[in-house]
């Protein structure tokens, strides 16, 4: 029996590969005194690679990062909760400067050997309030004096409406050598990412936040390549309430410590990175998924039998984000009418004669017909706190995948005010 | 001092116009015993014009009416709540032709001399399940028995989620003769409409169902034009949920009783009715909104300053649906960001620098920064039951309105289950 090649590690996030170190502190951002200011640094210079929100409103640490992303070498993350930075003008692109130079100068003071490299800036949280910058500057000094191998305050410190934290990790082995890969990431709500490397369409619709770490040996033009893949069936993948935010950002940084021979293109090392890549991706997405504000239940929309694969997307994403169809699932209710309406205003080519669904594997409906002796057993299966929805359209061989939450009464009331 | 032209009179609807009967009745559609069957049928043969939901998965009367619509003569409409006759297939369209076919049958055996002319369809309720046609059929009989020129009951009988029957009517003089519209509608939920006069794209995004009469005389071209025109304006620009139905229909009947002086396209008269058609489909557009399962605030979105029309029509309509901006209407919080995020994932042409914001007139932005002195004025604004929320894109001279509402918890709870 062949042992499976990925191992994870959930007891550890961006720490876990080789020479990077981690903090997490309370600058008093938030009002409540929670963790708010995290810092990432390795112990040598780093490739990088992004992808961000194609939001047009795009927040000053998104604008800042498109600048300096894939540019050698980086050094670290500075990232703060509790304020977006977002639709602050150009004070707030000063002030994302600022914390990119002072995370630099703390993380030097604390080790003269960190110097040299740039420091990557993400923030969330409400939009259109300036940071409180002197707090920032002390808390980015504290944060340097804290960072240890434990990662875990880190992603404290990035919560925002998160009731939990998130991070996850895992090894491999390329040739002789271990290579590993961490994150840590965030996001309970205004979660329906769409990322692109260059921030610009295409791509397809959280504040979300996830940093990873690698160890790997890996040309700056493959990390980024292995990132698009692994965020396009990931993050971008996923929907709480179909709300794109102005601060959606993945970041990968690579230094190189596994030693490892450099990855190369088409390779067995780099089909095993990238689906290690992937799967880490996936688990850190459905954390986010599963900590979506107020939910009761995580549905896995699965459209399958498309024309097109643009009209597998158009189907599938009017589905998740289906205001109807969501409350149905809140309710354990299989309404599949809901569903094939929202197919209908799609802009999918469809057929509704053709429509077939499923609720895990009990089918619902055929030819586009209500199978009445398996609605009882569609709402037990719909009852449950996750299922699988599957609607084929009948028209081809095309598919798409959305992991998506139904919508509750908390999540309104959680986002009546902040 | 010049008396407004267009009298409205809201204790009557389609029977206002000359030559109109109607009735409402418990077929038994409705498991709770409410009225679920209308009848409207005009003495004399009309003219019709219509506008149906641009969803490609179109409800069985949908597409009947389709084929139908505009071929003279029309005698009237039969229309049931209860049961949407969705996703019903071959079996769906039969019983929709059945019901035309009855009502005609019942019509002329209530009166002879209402013979000659076609019946058109609308259902609305649950998707995927089949008529009861054996109650049906007996109470369009009921019905036709019924008919007087009493309004309210076939009114009544349209309600599926709604809270209150809806009509209101206007009164116009055109030359020396008195024309009267008059109109009766349903909707509180699935609620953002995209109809055209073909059933087909282009239209923007209820289920919700307007019967409108008038005794005017009009070519049906013109009919079908001025039914355009008022429902671009009116139940094409109302969102509650975002979720556009399979049975949307407005239908227009005009039997030409006032006996007016046929009207001409651009003339004076013409401007008249259209204007009376435009201001009563928007009070029943709004009465709609208003009745929105489970809202407690109405607001109405105006982007101005757009760099195309279609710019300010993605960037309206995605304020309107974000679910974020909803929910924190309906904590009366004016959050902006949440406004501009919307703007920023909407596709249209934005820079989050050059926003304006107004909360009616109060300035909450200016050159994409809040103005801090007036956060407190503009939650003042946000805490009513209904206000008007400006976004100026700064970036031409191109507008679009949207009425639409909060999400609240008792919206969740209501469509949680059926």
């Known amino acids: 029996m062949k042992s499976n090649p990925i191992q994870f590690n959930p007891h550890a996030g961006v720490c876990y590969p080789k020479g990077f170190l981690a903090s997490g502190i309370a600058a008093g951002i938030k009002k409540n005194g929670n963790r708010d200011l995290s810092l990432i640094v390795s112990e040598t210079p780093c490739a990088s690679a992004g992808t961000f929100t194609t939001n047009t409103a795009k927040a000053a640490p998104v604008v800042f990062d498109l600048e300096l992303i894939r540019k050698f070498p980086i050094r670290g993350i500075v990232a703060n909760s509790g304020n977006a930075n977002a639709s602050t003008g150009k004070v707030g692109y000063k002030n994302t400067r600022l914390m990119s130079e002072w995370a630099h100068e703390a993380a030097t003071t604390f080790d003269p050997r960190l110097q040299g490299g740039n420091f990557l800036v993400c923030s969330t949280g409400r939009i259109g309030v300036q940071l409180p910058m002197s707090k920032v500057k002390s808390g980015i000094k504290l944060a340097a004096k804290k960072l240890s191998r434990d990662d875990k305050v880190a992603a404290e410190a990035i919560m925002t409406s998160d009731t939990v934290f998130k991070r996850n990790s895992v090894e491999i082995n390329l040739g002789s050598s271990i290579v590993r890969i961490g994150g840590i990431a965030k996001g309970a709500g205004m979660i329906e990412p769409g990322m692109s490397a260059s921030g610009k369409p295409p791509a397809l619709h959280a504040t979300m936040l ?56 088409g390779s067995r090392e780099f089909k095993l990175f990238q689906q290690a890549l992937n799967e880490l991706t996936l688990s850190l997405a459905l954390m986010i998924v599963k900590d979506g504000e107020g939910i009761s239940r995580i549905v ?119």
């Open 300 to 418: 896995t929309v699965n459209v399958t039998g498309a024309k097109t694969s643009i009209d597998a997307e158009k189907a599938v994403r009017a589905i998740a984000n289906s205001t109807l169809a969501k409350c149905a699932w809140c309710g354990g209710d299989p309404n599949w009418g809901r569903l094939s309406a929202a197919i209908g205003y799609s802009g999918a080519n469809y057929d509704c004669s053709k429509l077939s669904v499923k609720y895990n594997t009990v089918l619902l409906v055929k030819n586009g017909l209500q199978i009445d002796k398996n609605v009882k057993k569609a709402r037990i299966v719909a009852a449950n706190s996750s299922f699988i929805v599957t609607c084929d359209l009948g028209m081809g061989k095309h598919g798409a995948t959305m992991y998506t939450t139904d919508l509750t009464e908390k999540y309104v009331e959680f986002n009546k005010g902040e």
């Open 210 to 265: 996830c940093f990873l770490t690698t160890d790997a040996i890996i040309s700056p033009p493959l990390l980024q390549a292995t990132l698009n893949t692994a965020v396009g069936q990931s993050f971008n993948r996923i929907d709480v309430d179909g709300d794109m935010s102005t601060n959606d950002t993945v970041l990968l940084l690579a230094n190189g410590q596994a030693g490892n021979s450099p990855i190369k293109k």
